[in-house]
């Protein structure tokens, strides 16, 4: 992926959309990411609001959450990478920033929304949205 600028932001052609329609609020993803070994994180990029969003997952998160290998966090990221974008995007939502302005996804967050996604199902048909 090309960055340019001090955010690592992706050039407009890498940017791909998160739903239907674009939609004031909608948090957008880039098609790219990487690896950081040193850290054990997974990057990648969200945009809201013409915000950009540094994001990352722990490859803890990957293993625990997603039965993923942590020899190929990549692979594991692009399998689990529509749940992992809707985390990423009710965590930009709640404002849940770190101290340097990314979103970062631990287990927890991971548990958390699997749990939401779980109650949502068990809940009648005419109580869903």
């Given at each position: 992926?090309l960055y340019?600028g001090a955010?690592?932001?992706p ?10 329609g674009?939609?004031?609020d909608?948090?957008?993803f880039?098609?790219?990411q990487?690896?950081?070994?040193e850290?054990g ?5 969200a ?8 994001c ?5 998160a990957l ?8 020899k190929?966090p990549?692979?594991a990221?692009?399998?689990?990478r529509?749940?992992i974008e809707?985390i990423?995007a009710?965590l930009v ?6 101290d ?11 548990q958390?929304f699997?749990r939401?996604r779980r ?6 048909a005419?109580?869903?949205?």
């Open positions: 992926m340019h955010l690592r932001e050039l407009a052609a890498d940017i791909v959309s998160q739903g239907k674009f939609m004031e909608a948090v957008r880039a098609n790219a990487y690896y950081e070994s850290e994180l997974v990057w990648f990029t945009f809201s609001r013409n915000h950009v969003i540094p990352a997952i722990e490859v803890a293993e625990s959450c997603f039965n993923a290998s942590v190929a990549l692979a990221f692009s399998r689990a529509h749940s809707q990423a009710e939502k709640e404002e849940r920033f770190a340097d302005g990314s979103v970062r996804i631990d287990a927890r967050d991971c958390r699997q939401a109650t949502f199902a068990s809940a009648p005419e109580m869903r949205c």
